[in-house]
């Protein structure tokens, strides 16, 4: 016959087995997880460095329209303008010429 507590200690060391086989399968998950998320993040983070110059460059650009339009539209607004008075003066002095060629031409 075998003492009781002789083969209680082969039953605990029997559960003890089959809880550390238990703990080292979820560790190994765990693990496997981790690798993933360490994976993931190093993606994200080259996604992030690749949006930021993609924004960069575009905002170069669009500053750089911004700056060409605006260069010409200060151009366009040192152009000297025909003004009311100048108009006005033109019509004065075609009307003018106007009478002093009809007066010599019809008298």
Known sequence: MIPAWFSETFIIDHQNAQSWR???DKLLSVDSLQLMVTALQDSIMRLEAGKN???EAGYG??????QGLSDRYIAELRKPRVSLG????V?????GAGLVIGALVGG
């Open 86 to 89: 100048t108009t006005v003066g």
């Open 53 to 55: 110059l993609i924004l």
């Open 22 to 24: 238990e703990q080292k």
């Open 61 to 66: 650009n669009a500053f750089n329209a911004y």
């Open 91 to 95: 019509c004065l002095g075609a009307a």
